[in-house]
């Protein structure tokens, strides 16, 4: 008789990314419920599986391979008892050895098949189900990149990422799950016939215990649910005071707390204590019911069958197979119940992610988008109208008429929510305006091909984003083939050829989160370098020197000089220095231009623009205290 | 899935990794023998237990035989009746013994876990300040939590199965035995591949993970940085470059998975024929032997039954191993922490310090670890109810002496003294009394406002803390707060305004009422209406206190009785106000580019007029 069948893939152990406990770990999947998911409502359970199913539809080989030597298997394992009744019944009671040989012989060729089809059908289950999610990963992904900004702005990263990472390993779980179930459903179709056939009292005294079996799986998973999510906060909680006991260990010492600490740690030891009681106590109801229950069926066998073979009416061998047969019922009968949860909660996740990919991206190409004309650069606002929330929402920008000449340096001042940043975020087309126009060299923004736009505009943002590579990489980004002179002209420009310089690896040091940290006012160089590299017609800088330090700006300027001198250049600033930079200021106030002129005729003219520029310096000045106070 | 904290790469070290040597293994498995012994008996009596449970368990194909050779072979109904009746009750003992395992294991281990986690965290807390600085908060964290969890999970659920399982292999290779050795040594033929291929199975999937989870640590950063970085990508156009990096590490990803599922596909299919072999075999063998009446056939089907209790145990003992192994190395690390000596230990025979008394800071030479001195021979006398600011520049010394004076730290050489008694030879208890540090930022614990400013001392009645609130005029400022002193204080004080932490800070202090009050005066900015609130604060709470303060605006050191100016580890000069300024030396000089300093404009300019 062959083992029970080895440990299932309700946790595949090792094939399963998420899930670290040794797999054949006696207890249903008691995973922690998708609390912080939202509601998923039946429509996008529905949406889920269609997704599943369209991604699944290309492999279908796999499935087909899947399902095939899953047939198999189960014709094989079942055929084992029977095999082994047989040589009882046929060989070893008659006393035959021959013929006990040749069953023997032909147990292990079953056996042969069995193992090959088994290795067959989980390679095919796993392998089908990686390619699935791999592939929708990728698809999320490559979806998420064209998606808008106001997409982004509202969407966050941490929900995203659940949807490209648990969401999908929910995904992969039950596409695994559902050929080998298939598999195991055959398997236990087969063995209730098998049992039926040859004796039906028996086969209704095994059926009579084995589905509690199920019942009692699913009432414990549901029980022990809560008291494992209980569990869970208690240690969140304890760990919470550990953290801020060492976090915060100087006021601890400070005034003598270490005792008032330990006694709260105790106390949170102690609720674990009572919580993983709970939990043990609920396994301790459950699973020598698992043990049992089987067992039950195996004495039913031993008793009803055992008169049957007295009375003639069964052979002998088959009480014996029948023993066997029990033990194959009791992975499907218990993987149901999962099955049935573990659907649940893949659809939901799959719905999830179809949500996200039914999300149009809003800034497309129009049909006869055209290439982007030559020309000097000229932009143009005509009575731009534009608020965040959509038409009706909140205007930012409110009959905006704006020009600036091609080649000219703009510099746009106005204070927080005066529209400066929006309006630099129109020009490259991040949004569209709900009315009027913006114009490029003559042409509406969105008559151009989205991608030829924006190699034209090298925009400059306010919070510095920069890639975990290389400083080459990241200058180069918009062109990755540059060559190495090029990425130094562009450092150069913009003044980060120094610090580039005296890096560990120079252009090759690798910077980002696993890499060399930079300050803010570096990255802001690096960020300036990316820009100017794409050599744009229309570059845009969005408060992009307010990190570097005062006593080396000057550096970039006469660097920005150059770069500003042949394209038209937007500079959103509060400094006067770099206000400077500018040929002209606009002063922008409720998504108008209020004023407009030179620097030094404004701060003499205009009362309202010494006001934002004093706001302005005030706020940089706190700014700066607060990052020198650190010794 | 992305949890901060912890060493190694991106994603944290993985237990998988952490492996004990032999000789480890064997002191750490000592160790908690030695942890254990005062739960001996318990122990024991789970072990009964367990003993007991798996008797019943393994009675069952041996009952079947019987039924076999003694009822359906010699048709005999009562025979039958007597074995089906006996496997009944046993299997209903069995489970109800199941359940008391289940329970008394339960009882033992988590009970301590418990306690582990108590001792650990008291030694935690007994530690000195110079441990807190040495170690990252994160790789303590983890002491308390992933690693003692780790052991959380062999406690609810391997642990017993460990154990059965050991002992349902042993008891199944005995009971065959002992039915017949031959037919034993046949089927047990089919035992040490499964033994070799499960061992190979674990090692290479271990190793196979581990490359999953950095290929998944990868494809993650990747995404992470891609949606990041989204506004950056789209700005330049490079959203179909992005994405085809992103297409390397998740295809990759997809080729480390695929090798694990490679790896059981090897396996699996070798532990399924082996089962399959040994029925073969003992359906061969064993029939050969019934025919040459050496066994009945009783005893080969016995033997098809036990085949289960051979194969299981195997592949279980196998994937538990890693997860005794991950608990092992949990304990060494703890055993390691708790084996951390404190640095501020309390002497035998220690006294507590008088109530009130002079500071006597003696001859101090202080230097951190094994570093050059940080303090060179400082002696400074604070009489009791003086008022003292330490000043001069960043690394000088003045935190050091600080935490010198409140025995954070012990001098190298010389002494501190509190009213005559060295700080070495006072009872811990009474130190931590007599002497209050206030550090620079106000720390929030979780609980209200109340609970924290209890945290000076935590025998206080609400009364008591009403009462230090209000001495520090600080009665109505609480009371604007959402729920008052009730205000449950979240996230480390997120809902409160720095000023607001400073001041349940200092009444914390006020419940302490200390006889000599260090204090770090905070450096940030506060906003201006708190600014003032703190600063009447913390006048009351310095009236009629010794105090030394470390200070960081002039005006607090201008408002001091006397100042030390520490520069260079050294006390370069000593006196009150007027006098170091009429020396014209470095306090001199500190002052003169104090008042010039452009962000002094709101404060320190004001201050002096």
Not at chain 1, 144 to 169: C, I, K, V
Not at chain 1, 225 to 254: H, M, N, Y
Not at chain 2, 151 to 174: C, P, R, S
């Amino acid at each position: 008789m062959p083992p029970a069948e080895p440990p299932e893939p309700d946790k595949p152990g090792v094939d399963e990314s998420g899930v670290d406990e040794p797999s054949g770990v006696d207890e249903p999947d008691v995973d922690q419920p998708d609390v912080d998911q939202p509601d998923v409502d039946r429509e996008a359970r529905r949406a889920g599986w269609r997704l599943m199913g369209e991604t699944i539809r290309p492999q279908r080989w796999w499935v087909v391979t899947g399902v095939v030597a899953g047939l198999l298997w189960t014709g094989a394992r079942v055929t084992v008892p029977l095999l082994a009744a047989g040589a009882i019944d046929n060989g070893i009671l008659e006393g035959d050895e021959g013929t006990v040989v040749r069953y023997a012989i032909a147990i292990a060729i079953v056996g042969i098949v069995q193992a090959v089809c088994t290795g067959l059908r989980r390679y095919s289950a796993f392998r089908l189900s990686l390619r699935v999610t791999t592939n929708l990963r990728e698809r999320l992904f490559t979806h998420l990149q064209r998606l808008h900004f106001a997409f982004h702005d509202e969407a966050q990263t941490g929900q995203l990422m659940a949807r490209a990472n648990s969401d999908l390993q929910q995904v992969q779980v039950v596409v695994v799950l559902l050929p080998l179930a298939a598999a195991s459903l055959l398997t236990m179709l087969a063995v209730l016939v098998i049992i039926l056939v040859k004796s039906l009292g028996l086969a209704v005294l095994v059926l009579v215990t084995l589905p509690f079996l199920n019942i009692a799986a699913t009432r414990f998973t549901r029980r022990i649910q809560p008291v494992s999510l209980e569990l869970q906060e208690e240690l969140a909680d304890l760990s919470g005071v550990v953290e801020e006991s060492v976090a915060g260990v100087r006021a601890v010492k400070g005034f003598g707390a270490e005792r008032l600490q330990a006694a709260r740690l105790r106390h949170e030891a102690d609720s674990v204590l009572d919580r993983a009681l709970a939990a043990a106590r609920l396994r301790a109801g459950f699973l020598p019911l698992v043990d049992l229950l089987p067992t039950l069926s195996l004495v039913a066998i031993l008793w009803y069958g055992g008169h049957q073979v007295l009375n003639g009416d069964l052979e002998l061998g088959y009480l014996v197979a029948f023993n066997s047969y029990v033990l194959m019922l009791i992975w499907p009968l218990r993987m149901m119940g999962m099955l049935l949860a573990q659907a649940s909660r893949s659809s939901a996740a799959a719905g999830r992610v179809h949500e996200v990919l039914a999300t149009e991206p809003a800034i497309v190409d129009v049909t006869g988008a055209r290439t982007l004309p030559d020309g000097p650069g000229e932009i143009r606002f005509e009575g731009v109208r534009f608020s965040y929330g959509g038409v009706g929402g909140p205007p930012v920008l409110d009959g905006l008429d704006l020009v600036v000449r091609g080649g000219e340096a703009v510099a746009l001042v106005g204070a927080t929510g005066s529209g400066k940043t929006t309006v630099a975020r129109l020009v490259p087309r991040f949004y569209d305006v709900d009315d009027g126009r913006v114009l490029l060299d003559g042409v509406d923004v969105r008559a151009v091909k989205v991608r030829t736009l924006r190699r034209s505009v090298g925009i400059v943002f306010e919070d510095t984003f920069l890639f975990s590579d290389s400083v080459r990489e990241n200058i180069a980004f918009a062109d990755p083939e540059a060559p190495l002179d090029e990425v130094e002209r562009a450092a150069r420009l913009a003044g980060a050829d120094g610090f580039v310089a005296n890096l560990p690896d120079g252009y090759d040091t690798v910077i980002g989160e696993h890499g060399f940290s930079l300050s803010g006012g570096q990255r802001q160089r690096l960020a300036i370098a990316r820009a100017v590299l794409a050599d744009p017609r229309v570059l845009i800088l969005d408060d992009a020197t307010s990190s570097v330090d005062p006593t080396k700006e000057h550096e970039i300027r006469s660097a920005l000089r150059e770069v500003m001198a042949d394209r038209t250049t937007l500079i959103i600033a509060h400094r006067p220095a770099t206000i400077a930079l500018a040929d002209r200021v606009v002063l922008l106030e409720g998504g108008r231009v209020v004023a407009e002129g030179r620097h030094e005729e404004l701060l003499e003219s205009s009362l309202r623009y010494r006001a934002v520029l004093a706001q302005a310096e005030a706020e940089a000045d706190a700014v700066t205290a607060g990052t020198r106070a650190d010794g | 899935m992305m949890r901060g904290g912890g060493g190694g790469g991106p994603f944290g070290a993985h237990a998988v990794e952490e492996k004990l040597s032999r000789d480890d293994a064997r002191r750490v498995m000592r160790r908690l023998a030695r942890l254990l012994r005062p739960r001996r008996r318990e122990i024991g009596f789970a072990l009964f237990l367990l003993v007991a449970q798996t008797a019943c368990l393994l009675a069952g194909p041996a009952l079947v035989r019987y039924g076999i050779d003694h009822g359906l072979e010699d048709g005999n109904a009562a025979n039958l009746n007597r074995a089906a009746v006996t496997y009944l009750v046993l299997a209903f003992v069995g489970a109800a013994l199941g359940r008391a395992v289940i329970k008394a294991v339960a009882r033992v281990g988590e009970t301590f876990l418990r306690d582990l986690r108590d001792r650990v965290f008291r030694h935690l807390m007994s530690l000195g300040l110079d441990f807190f600085e040495r170690e990252p908060t994160g790789r303590l964290v983890s002491r308390m939590t992933s690693d003692i969890d780790a052991m959380q999970e062999l406690v609810a659920m391997g642990l017993v199965m460990f154990v059965q399982n050991g002992l349902i292999f042993l008891g199944a290779v005995t009971v065959i035995f002992l039915m017949s050795w031959k037919l034993a040594l046949f089927t047990l033929v089919v035992v040490p591949p499964v033994m070799i291929a499960s061992r190979w199975f674990r090692r290479e999937s271990n190793r196979a993970y581990l490359e999953v989870r950095d290929a998944i640590g990868q494809n993650l950063s990747t995404l992470q940085e891609g949606l990041a970085g989204v506004r950056v990508v789209q700005a330049f156009g490079r959203e179909r470059a992005v994405s085809r990096r992103f297409r390397g590490t998740n295809e990759a990803q997809y080729d480390a998975h695929l090798e694990t599922v490679r790896i059981s596909a090897r396996y699996f299919p070798l532990v399924e024929f082996s089962g399959v072999a040994g029925t073969a075999l003992i359906i061969g063998i064993g029939g050969w032997f019934v025919s040459r009446d050496i066994v009945t056939v009783g005893t080969v089907a016995a033997f098809v039954l036990y085949l289960n209790n051979l194969f299981e145990p195997v592949q279980q003992l196998s994937q538990l191993y890693n997860l005794v192994q991950q608990s092992g190395a949990a304990l060494q690390k703890l055993f390691e922490l708790l084996d951390t000596p404190t640095s501020i230990d309390e002497r035998p025979g220690a006294v507590d310090l008088p109530a009130t008394g002079a500071l006597q800071v003696e001859h101090v030479t202080f230097g951190y670890a094994d570093g050059a001195p940080v303090l060179l021979d400082v002696s400074l006398p604070v009489m009791p109810g003086e008022r003292v600011a330490l000043v001069g520049p960043t690394g000088a010394g003045k935190s050091t002496l600080a935490k010198l004076v409140a025995r954070f730290y012990d001098p190298r050489e010389g002494r501190v003294r509190f009213g005559g008694v060295d700080l070495r030879d006072a009872t811990l208890r009474s130190l931590r009394e007599r002497i209050v540090v206030v550090p620079q930022e106000g720390f929030l614990f979780a609980g209200t406002v109340r609970d924290n400013i209890r945290f000076g001392n935590a025998d206080a009645t609400d009364d008591d803390v009403d009462a230090a609130v209000a001495a520090l005029g600080l009665t109505e400022r609480f009371e604007a707060l959402a729920e008052g002193l009730d205000t449950e204080v979240r996230e480390r004080g997120s809902r409160l305004s720095a000023g607001e932490r400073q001041l349940v800070s200092l009444a914390r202090a006020a419940l302490a009422d200390p006889t000599l009050l260090v204090l770090d005066e905070a450096t940030s900015n506060l906003d201006p209406g708190t600014e003032q609130t703190v600063e009447h604060a913390l006048e009351r709470l310095m009236e009629g206190r010794t105090v030394v303060v470390i200070a960081h605006r002039l005006t607090t050191a201008a408002r001091a009785d006397r100042i030390a100016v520490v520069d260079d580890g050294r006390l370069a000069e000593f006196g009150t106000h007027d006098e170091l300024l009429t020396r014209e030396g470095r306090y001199a000089s500190l002052y003169a580019a104090w008042v010039a300093a452009p962000t002094s404009t709101t404060s320190g300019v004001a201050d002096l007029q």
